[in-house]
Antibody
Framework: EVQLVESGGGLVQPGGSLRLSCAASGFTFDSYYMSWVRQAPGKGLEWVAK????????YYVDSVSGRFTIARDNAKNSLFLQMNSLRAEDTAVYYC?????????????WGQGALVTVSS | QSALTQPPSASGSPGQSVTISCTGT?????????VSWYQQHPGKAPKLIIYEVSKRSSGVPDRFSGSKSGNTASLTVSGLQAEDEADYYCSSYAGIKHWVFGGGTKLTVL
């Protein structure tokens, strides 16, 4: 059974940093692209970042580029999101999602989400 | 403001059919057959229900169907059931922008 479990969310002041983790199990982690998708309170979904199998190619939505860094540890089946210079508008539930490029670049499995609140 | 446009709400009675639209541009919906639909119940993670415009994800009932014409994709839920009440989001692969989502549609089963 595919499982994605996020951790590391919490309350942080504007300008602060936070690191999210996602523990993956039930599939061959290093065979898949992975992504982070976020959802602000009461709002829709927004793609945040994507990382290729090898961890070398990384892509970001413009609003987080230069502040967030996506990374992975294939040996530990883990995905990470380092978030720096956080802003109030980064407040959201952050979901770890598996990317299925063979199925039209869809997100076929999602974690339960980690809440990040940026507030003073 | 979301890149893809969805109606904020839709509704239907049990057993009826309802269609939710998702309008983008030639750079996303119209340019790729990579439209996906996600169902999200309150407090839960999104769940993939449709990928590549019209293909149902594993375990999804055939009451759910997808289609596309030009820059507009659609999700149809036939034979509405109480458990279909949820938020529905469309998404399209968009090349250099990677993925764009719609703002979501709240489906109410009357």
């Amino acid at each position: 059974e595919v499982q994605l479990v996020e951790s590391g969310g919490g309350l942080v002041q504007p300008g602060g940093s936070l690191r999210l983790s996602c523990a993956a199990s039930g599939f061959t982690f290093d065979s898949y692209y992975m992504s982070w998708v976020r959802q602000a309170p009461g709002k829709g979904l927004e793609w945040v970042a994507k990382i290729k199998h090898d961890g070398i190619e990384k892509y970001y939505v413009d609003s987080v580029s230069g502040r967030f860094t996506i990374a992975r540890d294939n040996a530990k089946n883990s995905l990470f999101l380092q978030m720096n210079s956080l802003r109030a508008e980064d407040t959201a539930v952050y979901y770890c999602a598996r990317v299925r490029y063979s199925s039209g670049w869809s997100f076929d499995y999602w974690g339960q989400g980690a809440l990040v609140t940026v507030s003073s | 403001q979301s890149a893809l446009t969805q109606p904020p709400s839709a509704s239907g009675s049990p057993g009826q059919s309802v269609t939710i639209s998702c309008t983008g541009t030639s750079s996303d919906v119209g340019g790729y057959d990579y439209v996906s639909w996600y169902q999200q119940h309150p407090g839960k993670a999104p769940k993939l229900i449709i990928y590549e415009v019209s293909k149902r994800s594993s375990g999804v009932p055939d009451r759910f169907s997808g289609s596309k014409s030009g820059n507009t994709a659609s999700l149809t839920v036939s034979g509405l059931q109480a458990e279909d009440e949820a938020d529905y989001y469309c998404s399209s692969y968009a090349g250099i922008k990677h993925w764009v989502f719609g703002g979501g549609t709240k489906l109410t089963v009357l």
